[in-house]
């Protein structure tokens, strides 16, 4: 490739997504999937999807969907803008709403694409230190900026900030975008600020199905907020992709959002493990994040991450490992079913008895 | 909304697609959809998805549906790359390959999206203009340029360029990235220049299964390019939504591009329907371009393009009609059906009689 053509090219460092292993016999505790199949209505609705129409493009509009998650929560349909997966979502906020010469703020230990979708789109941006335990520190988001975003729970940390600490940053930034990344509340006791949108003009609550509706292979995910805002959404995404949500994506995912007893249960199920999980670390001597997630973060005083999470990984048992100071003998494992969890656990003890 | 929080929101004009009615007895010739279903195969997989597997993140590489792709070319896997729609893998290209001051290049009647990727990513661009009979004037595209975009065939003209004409502009710009993109490709004598990958480093070839292979339903596209220029495409892809094909769509594509001979028969059949097509509105005295698509864009002389597209909307048929210079009396109509077909030059037939 010649001079003049490279450098027409962008030259950026991508988000590593974590590992897809796949093979029988393997534990997949790395990427917080739901450990459960999605709701037995998706089964149902997938044999009946009509495929001699999807010759059509998609459904523009993805009216009853957005019926159906209004229905879940005190939100209306034109206050929900829908996406491929909520990363989708995401990044077309990032591109509609941090145009300012200001740094964006985002605690400093948090999702890593963050900082992806700022260099893709380049925009400033600062990172504000997390306090000692990992929780938030709200001052540090009342500085000037661009924009906020906070994943409540945050990620990879686990744990879920108080809603009136949520709210507090919300209301001290009445001239900037706060998106609050919600792709975990589901598992936390602390629950949605969704609400808060019919109070405030400058918040957007972004949610996902990967994770507690057990969908992450249809990718599907959205944004609450402010008609106005969502109409901003609206246009950035017929400014990129017209018709990002497909056929399919569209009718299972209305079928999951009507099934809320199933819904409950897996959730349910899921705390009930993680409780399990936490007091099984507990009793080996690892101090876990209280969390608020469909997994928990942890650490042993002594033990070094890296060679627990290889070891692991040679048992065929995936966690994650963040290779960053601060959190380097910290592991991220997800919640699976309660058989996961204790062939988890057993292998740890191993660990720790070679 | 406050003055600073607005001034933080981007500001732009969407692209806006085309109309997508509903309901019984509506004949939709407006968006280029395939008349016929796709695939039997892929009904068949449809009905077997494993549904329980779908709270899994999405298979990250694609494997065997870059293999399939491949053997329907002289390509290989790793000169493959898939998005959400061509849409996406086309914004994406601008994304990742048009990073220079000098304008990138398109023709002056073209697929409406292109300037709004430019504009959405703050691209500077121009056009060439198309000549009098909506040819390509490739001398336009020899002036020093940041970048290529040409839709061979054209749209919404549907002329087909020859093959010879678009590699002299591929080889007149060695120092750019030149995008052909082939949406309406199969429809066309020519046939596709995706061979020519591997002369040049400086091409990209982009392809959809939304028109010949009846799967707009479920949005997939994809683009040949020397692996180079495949591994920033993704790492854009990653650095801005890391699963952008979701489970479903990735089995379906895969079931329709291994079925060649229905693939086949559909594109046969559509060519014939457009011959009939374009007879019919021959015998009522419009002129129409030699198409190379599955639609026709045509007009006659003193008959009001947005008239007759009024008219026939009243009538429940869905036309497409330009509001822009040089081609504000001509109609961009899909090939559908015999049956549909003939009721389009029936109601046009009233109409010149009315």
Chains 1, 2 share one sequence.
Not at 3 to 17: A, F, G, M, S, T
Not at 27 to 40: F, R
Not at 321 to 332: A, E
């Amino acid at each position: 490739m010649n001079k003049k053509l490279k450098e027409k090219l962008i030259d950026i460092e991508p988000y590593i997504p974590g590992e897809q292993p796949k093979g029988d016999g393997i534990i997949k505790l790395n990427t917080n999937e739901c450990p459960y199949p999605p709701s037995p209505r998706v089964a149902e609705a997938l044999k009946k999807i009509e495929s001699g129409r999807l010759n059509l493009y998609p459904d523009f509009v993805c009216k009853e969907l957005k019926e159906i998650i209004s229905e879940n929560y005190p939100i209306n349909p034109e206050e929900i803008f829908l996406g491929n997966g909520s990363d989708e979502v995401l990044a077309l906020c990032f591109r509609a709403f941090f145009n300012s010469k200001k740094p964006v703020l985002f605690p400093d230990i948090t999702y890593s694409f963050y900082t992806v979708w700022a260099e893709l789109f380049g925009i400033p941006y600062g990172t504000v230190a997390l306090r000692e335990d990992f929780t938030l520190d709200k001052e540090g988001f009342f500085e000037e900026n661009g924009g906020v975003v906070i994943p409540n729970p945050n990620a990879p940390t686990s744990i879920a900030a108080p809603k009136s600490v949520i709210e507090e940053i919300i209301e001290k930034n009445r001239d900037s975008i706060v998106i609050i990344d919600e792709a975990y509340v589901d598992f936390s006791e602390e629950g949605s600020i969704a609400a808060l949108i019919h109070k405030y003009d400058n918040l957007v609550v972004v949610q996902t199905y990967s994770k507690s509706r057990a969908l992450a292979g249809i990718r599907f995910g959205y944004a609450f907020a402010d008609k106005e805002l969502i109409a901003v959404l609206e246009a950035v995404r017929n400014s990129f992709n017209s018709y990002t949500i497909n056929t399919v994506t569209r009718i299972l995912a209305e079928e999951s959002g009507k099934d809320r007893g199933y819904f409950e249960i897996c959730v349910n199920s899921i705390k009930r493990t993680r409780q399990r999980l936490t007091d099984g670390l507990s009793d080996m001597g690892f101090v876990t994040c209280p969390s608020g997630s469909n997994f928990v973060f942890t650490s042993k005083p002594g033990i070094s991450g890296k060679e627990l999470f290889e070891y692991l990984k040679s048992k065929n048992i995936y966690v994650r490992h963040f290779d960053k100071p601060k959190i380097s003998d910290h592991l991220r494992i997800t919640v699976g079913t309660d058989k996961e969890i204790d062939t988890l656990l057993n292998e740890i003890e191993k660990f720790l008895h070679r």
